[in-house]
């Protein structure tokens, strides 16, 4: 399986692209281009081959059709820009009527490796399972669903989006972030309105809704999806009824209402190359995998997102200790939130961007963290070594016998800590806008965050 991250490529004149990096996010205000002088699209924005890096062309021009990499799923019901409409960049006007695949504007990472991180149910992939959810609706109910869906403008470079679990930790940075652009319209849906009043409110002033709602609830999603573009879910995927159940409540309540692009919960490390057996023992990844599932079985562009360690995450684990397993240089790779929230609101901010997008913060060792820790605290701090990989390997089993909670700490740490879970290339460099949080920088801001 090729771990080489999705490469951003800006297209040169006739459809070809370049060898440098297209930036993105570098001027906000600026109106997202949209096919120009084409009755349909060249080049889907991520290109895959097996052979070579995968490429996102943000401005096709070239008239030459592609082969749809979408495969046995329905059709999207979107369509690609007239001539027309493409002479004026601001406008796309889609369609409910099911368009041939290769008319479509927007064209997801492929079955042919490319990917820093694969589909789940890619076939021969060790992490392909068998949803135990049921299917809402049977592939000709959803199609005659989709054929009646809604017809919905959208108007660019505003693009209309939907945070879900805004409330958290990760989803209100996410908002904070794309409500400070004026390409996107930020709407959120949230359990409760009233926990965070001062985030409803900024989203309102700039012209964006906020929802009540609760995945879990379906009748709860319905009014919220209407006319958006991309919908960004940042539940927290621990608990299966909400990761898998409660995502595929709101998969099928944007397909219904014409969304175009899904964002599913990743925000992870690299979990692909581990087995069927050793994801299953994970619920912090195995809810992700059911539910990728699913998401693979509809005609939805889909958008990922993966950063390796959270940064507030890594501090909060050696709250009993600091320790490490196995091999004394083994880098971690560490994002802070506030760093995956900037990519997130700058990708998507590109309307037909879709695929897999890594951005890592820094790469580290125990040691150089503690060593930095040091320099900033002032306070000496090593790290203790617990034991090899094997030694945690029986910790983690003598603990999921016990049913404790620290069972799945010890099986986070048996991710991270592993090789297979790093993507060692990342997509850094087409965020020239998102510079990454060095550790010692993010020691500096939190001057709350310490180690035992």
């Known amino acids: 399986m090729d771990s080489s991250p999705t490469k ?48 996102v062309d943000s401005q096709p021009t070239s008239p030459t059709k592609q082969a749809s990499p979408l495969k046995d799923v329905p059709k999207s019901p979107m369509k690609s820009p007239s001539k027309a409409e493409a002479e004026s960049p601001i406008k796309l006007i889609p369609t409910s009527n099911v368009e041939a695949e290769a008319t479509s504007p927007v064209k997801q990472a492929s079955e042919n490796g490319g990917s820093p991180v ?9 992490v392909k399972q068998t949803s135990e959810v049921a299917e809402p609706h049977s592939p000709d109910v959803e199609k005659d669903i989709q054929a009646k869906a809604p017809v919905a403008t959208f108007e660019f470079p505003t693009t209309s989006i939907l945070i879900v679990a805004a409330n958290g930790k990760l989803g209100s940075a996410i908002t904070e972030h794309c ?47 209407k006319g958006m573009h991309t919908v960004i879910s940042c539940v927290n995927t621990v608990d299966e009824k909400v990761g898998v159940e409660g995502q595929n409540n709101l998969l099928q309540a944007s397909i219904k209402n014409g969304v175009r692009r899904f964002v599913p919960s990743d925000f992870g490390v690299n979990y692909t190359k581990f087995t ?89 060792t125990h040691h150089e963290i503690g060593e930095i820790y040091s320099r900033v605290r002032g306070e000496k701090k090593e790290p203790h070594k617990n034991g090899e990989i094997e030694d945690l390997k029986i910790a983690y ?56």
């Open 8 to 55: 951003i490529s800006s297209p040169t004149k006739g459809g070809s692209s370049t060898n440098s990096p297209t930036k993105l996010g570098s001027n906000p205000t600026s109106p997202q281009k949209v096919a120009q002088n084409s009755t349909s699209p060249t080049k889907s924005p991520v290109k895959s081959n097996a052979s070579s890096p995968k490429k």
């Open 118 to 126: 694969k589909q789940a149910s890619k076939a021969g992939s060790p």
């Open 179 to 225: 409500l400070a652009r004026t390409d996107l319209l930020v709407n959120i849906l949230v359990r409760d309105l009233e926990k965070n009043q001062s985030l409803v409110d900024s989203v309102r002033v700039k012209g964006g809704k906020a929802f009540q709602g609760d995945v879990t609830q379906p009748e709860t999603l319905d009014e919220a999806t």
């Open 276 to 364: 069927k057996e050793e994801l299953e023992r994970s619920s912090i990844v195995y809810p992700k995998i059911k539910f990728q599932e699913l998401l693979d079985k509809s005609y939805i562009i889909q958008l990922h997102f993966y950063q390796g360690m959270i940064m507030e995450m890594f501090f909060q684990l050696q709250a009993q200790g600091f320790s490490y397993w196995g091999d004394d240089n083994f880098k971690l790779e560490l994002t802070c939130y506030d760093d995956i929230a900037k990519a997130v609101a700058v990708v998507v901010s590109e309307p037909y961007l879709s695929g897999h997008i890594t951005y890592v913060g820094q790469r580290l």
């Open 397 to 452: 089993e003598e603990k999921r016998k016990e049913g404790v909670f620290d069972a799945e700490i010890l099986g986070l740490y048996l991710l991270t800590t592993d090789e297979r879970s790093l993507f060692g290339k990342d997509n850094n460099e087409a965020l020239p806008t998102v510079p990454a949080t060095t550790v010692e920088e993010f020691l500096k801001k939190n001057p709350d965050v310490k180690l035992p």
